[in-house]
């Protein structure tokens, strides 16, 4: 029998004094149904974590109440040591920390490629115009999109506006960033170019929590895969454990019907 120290010595979890965001008994209803069931989860600094399960798990719920676009029945949750904040000012800087990457890419159509990324950073964090210029036209090239600054997003494929949606979340500095199936809206040749911006956030030691349907995304970055199943989370273990040993029989049901097809 392995030692399963052993098993994962190239991603090791971040140390616990470093834990970044803190699930706590978190439950929540939408009417009778109740989509999270006392859900306990710690995301350390520099970790990333990815969700997987099947539909009506819970997965973009869960992800949605770390910046509170969903809020808990009870429970708490805390992001650096905070609770998160009920409304106003508190609640605009804290989504300001936890950057957020939607399916849609909710970018604003009347203003260009580089506005969208200037504006998040004038507004909420205050800075200048021409150092929120110089750092959006900066993140636009990390993620590979520099020459369509001047556009708007209807000229841009559905990746580069997911690119240019996650420049504009990275442009906050962000704490944590939040990925909620970030390509399922994606024709599948746009999907690559988006998963490599992410692995890259991911190698560069960002916090990043990532419901995706994209495995090989979560073999190559997670540290940690999380499991859900109605409403549960029923198995964490880092992916190779997952992927080649699950422990439950809703994970082994889950992965033969995604991994054989």
């Known amino acids: 029998m392995t030692p399963m120290s052993n098993v994962s010595v190239t991603k090791d979890a971040a140390p616990a004094a470093e834990d970044l965001v803190v699930l706590k008994n978190v439950d929540k209803h939408f009417g009778a149904l109740h989509v999270l069931q006392d859900i306990n989860l710690t995301i350390g600094r520099g970790e990333v974590v990815v969700v997987i399960g099947p539909s ?20 708490t949750i805390t992001i650096d040591g ?48 021409k150092a929120a210029e110089e750092k959006a036209r900066s993140l636009l090239d990390r993620v590979g999109v520099a020459t369509q600054a001047d556009k708007y997003p209807a000229q841009l494929s559905g990746g580069q506006q997911q690119r240019v949606a996650i420049a504009r979340a990275l442009a ?67 992916p190779d454990q997952f992927f080649s040993n699950p422990r439950s029989d809703r994970a082994k049901d889950f992965l033969s019907k995604i991994l054989h097809h």
């Open 56 to 75: 009506g798990s819970g997965k973009s719920t869960l992800c949605r109440t770390i910046n509170r676009l969903e809020t808990i029945d009870s429970g």
């Open 82 to 129: 905070k609770p998160l904040p009920a409304e106003g000012k508190e609640l605009a800087r804290l989504r300001a920390d936890v950057g957020m990457v939607f399916q849609s890419f909710n970018l604003f159509a009347h203003k260009t490629v580089l506005e969208n990324v200037m504006l998040g950073q004038i507004k909420v964090r205050g800075v200048d115009k």
């Open 172 to 238: 906050m500095d962000p704490k944590v960033m939040l990925f909620d199936e970030p390509t399922s809206a994606l024709d599948p040749e746009m999907i690559n170019e988006v998963l490599e911006v992410m692995q890259q956030l991911a190698q560069n030691g960002m916090t990043m929590v990532v419901v995706t349907h994209e495995m090989g995304f979560a073999r190559s970055a997670a540290n940690r895969v999380v499991f859900m199943a109605d409403g549960r989370i029923v198995e964490e273990a880092t």
